[in-house]
C-alpha cells in the first residue's frame, strides 16, 4: 500500500538524518490523513486509489509552485518545490503509456455508449475512479474530446 511505503521512507530517512525527504514524507502522510477525515474512513483506510489522487493532487501543486516561483526569479524556493516533488513522484503509481490510456478511454466510450460531447463528464468520472494517478487528466480529457467529437 502506498501509504505504509511511505511510512516505511519516513522512518528510513528519520534513521539517516535527511530533513529535507523527512519533512516530505511527513506532508504526503498528513495529506492521506487529511483525505481520509475528509471522506470520513477509518484511520489506516485510505485506499491505493485515494493516496494516488493525493500524490497527484500534491505533485500539481508542486509543478505551479516551481512555475511560479521560477518566474519570480526565486530559485532557491523552486528547488526546494523540486526535491519535495521528486519525492512525491517516487510513491506515485506508474504513469500509463499514452498509447495505453487512449485505448482505455476508448474501452470506457464503448463501456458506457458515449456518443457526444455531452457523455464526456461520465467518461471522465470514470476515467478518473479507475485510473487516478495512472493517467494524466489534462491529456485524458483530450482524448475524450477526440473520441466523443463528431466523426464527418
Known sequence: ????????????AMKSGDKERVA????I??????KEIDERLERGGAT?????????????????????????GRQELADAERDELTVIEEFMPQMMAPAEAQA?????????GAEGPKDMGR??????????????MSQASAMVKQELAPRG
Open 48 to 72: 491505493d486509489e485515494l493516496a494516488a489522487g493525493v500524490l497527484t493532487k500534491m505533485a500539481k501543486q508542486r509543478r505551479e509552485s516551481i512555475d511560479m516561483y521560477e518566474k519570480g
Open 24 to 27: 516530505a514524507t511527513r506532508a
Open 104 to 112: 482505455e478511454v476508448r474501452k470506457i466510450v464503448e463501456e458506457l
Open 1 to 12: 500500500m502506498i501509504a505504509e511505503k511511505v511510512k516505511t521512507a519516513q522512518i528510513a
Open 123 to 136: 467518461v471522465m468520472a470514470v476515467l478518473k475512479e479507475r485510473f487516478a494517478g495512472q493517467i494524466d
Open 29 to 34: 502522510l498528513a495529506a492521506i490523513k487529511q
